[in-house]
């Protein structure tokens, strides 16, 4: 990763098997399917990855799973959040030793953390490893908001380098620019906000929707890059529909659902999370015929 | 207004003489500017314009200021909003017969209204008048938030037309665009929005700014109008600290500050409002020293 | 008001005759029931009131019908405010004249207000009239929030002597007690909350349902004053479904709705206010049903 | 448990070492305190019992000696609350064996959980065990709310016989009452509303204030049993300024430093909590000395 990561940053799923365990080898055929796609990097253990529902052992088989079947061919931006600053570190240096390019870490929290404790539990786990480390912003999971001032503080810890912003607000975006500058490293992980975050200055889309439709999502990307705003635009309209969709339902359940529709056998959600209904997965069928994802019945 | 107008709507404010009336003379010179410096046009009694501050007889006087010096060079947009149906009815004819282009309405509300209530407040407006209404959806002034689905549904009726969004909320614009197609005449109220609003597909952009930076908001519409994502976010960047700053501390307050500064006697605000702290002009002074509006001291 | 003000303070609706003007017979009538009843103040021009939707002649006229009417036999508090400070301070000194106790103030706003700016509008009008002030907070309505601190600064005032608090928060009302000590005279103004607030040192309780429940109310207050717990309890849980419905859909219709169903002819509202939906009115037939304000049918 | 419980129930912390394993000894200590200080129930692993951060043999370890000191001599509600159902249902089924008189579950989420995700894992782990199960609402920190209805129809699972609200809303626990009867188990999480919450006919009160103030929170609790409203507002009053510090700094942080104050050496919290700022512990310290429990200096 010496020249910044750019482009689509695709989530896959923890796909599980009937019986409840992991489904590594699902897992490395989705990742196989959007590194072929031509995805630009590739984040397991992300929120769509139900990371805070694995075990231990679990986070670092997926880790170990994904890393080996993108075997370097693009970036890998590996999740390893935990409440503890401990158990973060300890995730941190796993990825590290797998070969990670960098880790992604949301400041999670039960009790509302004070800055000076947001701060001091990222700089504990930059100085644990050598490898970037993304902080990522999404209080509608994390429950606690990091605001654009405290993040430009984050980014002057050295390994600090990248940004994942989730809270849907081009303003915040906006002052990140502001704040560090046309060539601030941010990503954006609200998916109704793809177009209008390209144009804030994101560098890149994190999202779970590149295991469903990544030449779509690719294909805004490079409308942007080439200054094609009509079509750019056009694009975007053509998918919004499907992006309103998974983040209205919820990854998990919504994915899980598109890659059914789709013929892949994904099998359970981990419980509490249950499958979506059928009339929301009759809805989710029109919205991938119109994409032309699925076939016309 | 045969054709839908695009582009560049400004706010003249309601500058006051020392004696508490309206400068007639000051506020006929303001909207000159505007129209001289090509704003596509212009929109007297809107918030910048602290409508609801003034008295019935006011309002008229203003309206009629505004539309002798307009004289037909550019559309107009008079704000003729009043928390009972029958004062709303009463200024939009009275806007009618002055010649307005059009008249804009707020729902304002006392008591929360009923999606009924809105919808019949609209109707019996648009009954009362042959030009065309711009509905305003702002729930930070008018206490009250008019969904995607009610717009939509009020703009159905024959002369309302136009629609004027402040939510600050892009998921909003991009919701209208999908429910009532491409060709929804919406605008942006929301200044730091901008650029994200023409993205999403915003006709015009609805700015108290264009008294202050008219020739910047050109600049930035007439990029997006030829597709120059680059330039367009440049100049957006540029002018973003101003729109930030007005936003943050009201329109009356900041524009008139800002008119100060250029040398304009704008006169005192209308009590309970307070101009400009001076640590607060000293800030807009540096902003505009930024934006080459006023020379380094 | 030598003593100060303890007990409920009845909020008259403004009812209006089907040509739609004030009727001042009506008024007079629904005033005098609450003082007949034992009602121990009367509030005109409230929320309840609908004092917002007045002109200027009609808010004068239903102050001098009320002030009138009550005839001294109980204190008043009349609505002045505006959103100008000039206007404010005019309804003032004109409800001062006619013989008002004491006046009450919401800071309504357009623009918000600045603390500065709500303490240079109480201020001048303090200054302008002799008699007592009741600050009242109710951001639902207003469109701003009034902290603690800043009322606390506001009772510095010599002659703004009570608080009104209506945003439905126990902790506010507990922060005023402390801030200004356990004889600090705020009166309750959420419906829902007139236990709590009792509880938590409240004087009084500002409720529109003085004019169809007058004797719950007041069974209320005797509860809780000679400190009968279970009483209290038991007379609140009792009236409390008629509370939530008049909150839940505005008072104005709620509050007009129940007259009708007691059978005084009120009138239509002001537009765009409509009548409750007749379906709400039966549910609000069963409530007055059970409180035996209504025979069993 | 055959009679309701009711009264004080105390939430002790886990106290660590200096070496950041938990320290057994002191955590007994603290329990003993309670108990004989004559609070009426115990609840390990709590909020307080920073639950979330403990890893899962550090929990079973806590819930056992906290039921070994307590020995039956007061009833006991464990913490057993994960993301997953299948953690919960274990952690239920081990305290179950261990002997507790109850377990309490906060349906934490991720993902915001849907209704129906919601009671099937409430449902779940209540077919796991037979001891009753405590619904405990708090989104502030478990990310999701549970509303009053689901509440409800979550109490009509058999051994879901109690619910803990931490809204800090009144109006939801008058729902409660309105919903269940009045002789629905509710206890009350939020220490400020404490006195409010008694008056709606709260059975107890959930606080982590009982290991620095018990005297206090029992004097409360028994004023209000035998309806001595005056004594219950003037204890309430007193002990105020003590919960909305706990609240403001969040219980951890501000417990552990009370406890050091008063001379019990606590250790460090778990990372990335951090001990209250030296200011903040002065604060405090005042508060304290105003109660009290700390001599003046």
Redesign the interface.
């Given at each position: 990763m010496n020249r910044p990561l750019r482009g689509i940053v695709g989530y896959p799923i923890t796909p599980f098997t009937d019986r409840g365990s992991v489904d590594d080898r699902l897992l490395g055929d989705i990742v196989e399917g959007m590194v072929k796609a031509g995805v630009h990097a590739i984040a397991p253990l992300g929120?769509a990855g139900?990371m805070?529902?694995l075990t231990d052992s679990e986070r670092e088989a997926v880790a170990e799973t994904v890393l080996e079947r993108v075997a370097g061919r693009v970036p890998t931006l590996v999740g390893v959040s935990s409440?503890?600053?401990?158990r973060t570190a300890y995730f941190a240096r796993h990825a590290e030793k797998l070969g990670a390019s960098s880790v992604m870490i949301i400041?999670m929290s039960?009790?509302?953390?004070?800055e000076?404790?947001?701060f001091?539990?990222f700089d504990?786990v930059a100085k644990a490893i050598s490898i970037p480390i993304v902080v990522y912003n999404n209080p509608?999971?994390a429950?606690i908001d990091l605001s654009p001032d405290l993040i430009a503080k984050l980014l002057q810890i050295p390994n600090i380098t990248m940004v994942k912003e989730s809270t849907?607000d081009?303003?915040r975006m906006?002052r990140f620019?502001?704040l560090c500058g046309?060539d601030v490293a941010f990503y954006n992980g609200s998916n109704?906000?793809a177009?209008?975050a390209f144009?804030?200055?994101a560098r890149g889309w994190c999202t779970a929707a590149a295991q469903v439709i990544p030449k779509l999502n690719i294909e805004l990307f490079d409308a942007?890059e080439r200054?094609?705003?009509?079509s750019?635009?056009k694009s975007f309209?053509r998918q919004?529909?499907f992006l309103q969709f998974i983040v209205a339902h919820?990854?998990?359940?919504s994915i899980s659902a598109a890659l059914e529709l789709m013929g892949t056998r994904v099998g359970p959600l981990?419980?509490?999370?249950?499958p979506l209904d059928r009339e929301k997965v009759d809805e989710l069928r029109r919205i991938l015929v119109d994409l032309e994802v699925l076939p016309r019945a």
């Open positions: 929120s139900v805070p529902y409440l503890t600053t401990e400041p039960y009790w509302k953390l004070t000076k404790e947001v001091g539990h504990a509608a999971t429950g849907g081009v303003n906006q620019v502001q046309e109704p906000l177009l209008a144009m804030a200055g942007v200054g094609d705003l009509k750019a635009r309209y919004l529909p919820g990854l998990p359940r981990r419980a509490p999370l249950l």
